[in-house]
């Protein structure tokens, strides 16, 4: 029973716990803009491509599933 739980949590933490990719690059426009995480939008582009818009900006973000950026990060690949 406690090696099920214990192969569960970890499905949790790893499996499917990490932020989705909507998340991540909302964390990062925010913190870049210093706009608050509820006042950006997510439009997904193509592949990895998402649009950003927020606080009277927009840009293009590159967010590549494979772990490529330290930390998980998006990057920004147009716009302010």
């Given at each position: 029973?406690?090696?099920?739980?214990?192969?569960?949590?970890?499905?949790?933490?790893?499996?499917?716990?990490?932020?989705?990719t909507?998340?991540?690059?909302?964390?990062?426009?925010?913190?870049?803009?210093?706009?608050?995480?509820?006042k950006?939008?997510?439009?997904?582009?193509?592949?990895?491509?998402?649009?950003?818009?927020?606080?009277?900006?927009?840009?293009?973000?590159?967010?590549?599933?494979?772990?490529?950026?330290?930390?998980g990060?998006?990057?920004?690949?147009?716009?302010?």
């Amino acid at each position: 029973m406690a090696s099920r739980a214990i192969v569960f949590l970890g499905f949790l933490l790893f499996g499917c716990g990490g932020a989705s990719t909507d998340q991540r690059v909302v964390k990062t426009a925010a913190s870049r803009w210093q706009c608050p995480a509820d006042k950006i939008q997510v439009k997904k582009l193509s592949g990895d491509m998402y649009r950003v818009a927020g606080c009277d900006r927009e840009a293009d973000y590159a967010c590549p599933e494979d772990g490529a950026h330290p930390g998980g990060q998006c990057l920004r690949v147009s716009g302010t």
